[in-house]
Nanobody
Framework: QLQLVESGGGLVQPGGSLRLSCAVSGFTLDYYTIGWFRQAPGKERAGISCISSPDGNTTYVDSVKGRFTISRDNAKNTVYLQMNSLKPDDTAVYYC??????????????????WGQGTQVTVSS
């Protein structure tokens, strides 16, 4: 059974950092692209970053480029999202998701078939 579990969310002040983890089970990262998405209240769920398979190439949307870093540890079957210089606009529920699409960036939520339960990130003073 394919499963993803996010962790690491919480309350942080503006300018602070958090690291989100996405632990996967039932499949190996070598064969799946993993994306991070976020959904703020009243807004649609949007892709912000992904790490592609098999090459491990990373992609970011402009709003997080230079502040967020996606990485993966194949041995631990875990994908991370390091978030620095956080802003109040980053407040959202963050989700990771998996897709079998290979060889190109995937940031459309419609291409992802397996989702985690989400973790809340709140940036506030």
């Amino acid at each position: 059974q394919l499963q993803l579990v996010e962790s690491g969310g919480g309350l942080v002040q503006p300018g602070g950092s958090l690291r989100l983890s996405c632990a996967v089970s039932g499949f190996t990262l070598d064969y799946y692209t993993i994306g991070w998405f976020r959904q703020a209240p009243g807004k649609e769920r949007a892709g912000i970053s992904c790490i592609s398979s098999p090459d491990g190439n990373t992609t970011y949307v402009d709003s997080v480029k230079g502040r967020f870093t996606i990485s993966r540890d194949n041995a631990k079957n875990t994908v991370y999202l390091q978030m620095n210089s956080l802003k109040p606009d980053d407040t959202a529920v963050y989700y990771c998701a998996a897709t079998g699409t290979w060889g190109r960036p995937v940031l459309s939520r419609y291409e992802y078939g397996v989702w985690g339960q989400g973790t809340q990130v709140t940036v506030s003073s």
